[in-house]
Structure formats: structure tokens, C-alpha cells
């Protein structure tokens, strides 16, 4: 069982980086999978990228991939998405999750974060 909020949103200009954390509480968060999503205006909540429970295993969304990067830091409980190059299209609120099995589908996630915006000014 594990609670997770995020932190790191905020307003940040084209071109720049920003980093996001997903802090858990609870019991066995190593052994939990972590999933970033993420849904802007007028849009379905879309995936953005995933973790495994070593970390030796990393997935991206094609919208993201190459500008991000997921990490986790299990001694801390946290898990990090650090996108770069941010692009209007970015903005959104991103969720974190986590997941028995690594995944690209919400519906595979157990536990969820209230969420963090991204507002990418253009």
C-alpha cells in the first residue's frame, strides 16, 4: 500500500527543463514499478514514461523520448522525471503511479498520485 504525491510543477518557458518528483509513503516501494502520465487541456490521459523496480528498465512515450528522463531513488522513495527542451504541448498535469508490472497502460497502475502542472508558456 503506498501513497504517492508529486512535486516540481510550475510555469516554465519554451526551451527550458524542469524536473518532477513523486515521493512515496508506505510499505515496499522498491518493489513497486513507477509510471509517469500525463493530461492537458481537452485531452485523454496519455503516458509519458516508466521505471522498474531496480531501474534497469526505463520506457518512454515517443512524445517524450529523448528529451526525457525517469529515474528512481528507492532509499529516498522517489521517483524523478526530468524532461528537457519542454514544448508548449508539454503542458499538462502529470500523475505519478505506481504498478506490480512495468507498464505503458493507466489501467495497469494501483496506486496514484493527485498530480503536478506543467505550464509551458509559448
Known amino acids: 500500500q503506498v501513497h504517492l504525491v508529486e512535486s516540481g510543477g510550475g510555469l516554465v518557458q519554451t526551451g527550458g527543463s524542469l524536473r518532477l518528483s513523486c515521493t512515496a509513503s508506505?510499505?515496499?516501494?522498491?518493489?513497486?514499478?513507477m509510471g509517469w502520465f500525463r493530461q492537458g487541456p481537452g485531452k485523454e490521459r496519455e503516458f509519458a514514461a516508466a521505471?522498474?523496480?531496480?531501474?534497469?528498465?526505463?520506457l518512454y512515450a515517443d512524445s517524450v523520448k529523448g528529451r526525457a528522463t525517469i529515474s528512481r531513488d528507492n532509499a529516498n522513495n522517489t521517483t524523478y522525471l526530468h524532461i528537457n527542451d519542454l514544448k508548449p504541448e508539454d503542458t499538462a498535469v502529470y500523475f505519478c503511479?505506481?504498478?506490480?508490472?512495468?507498464?505503458?497502460?493507466?489501467?495497469?497502475?494501483?496506486?496514484w498520485g493527485q498530480g503536478t502542472q506543467v505550464t509551458v508558456s509559448s
Open positions: 508506505g510499505r515496499a516501494f522498491g518493489s513497486y514499478c
Open positions: 503511479a505506481a504498478s506490480n508490472w512495468i507498464s505503458r497502460k493507466s489501467s495497469g497502475y494501483q496506486h
Open positions: 521505471i522498474s523496480w531496480s531501474g534497469g528498465t526505463t
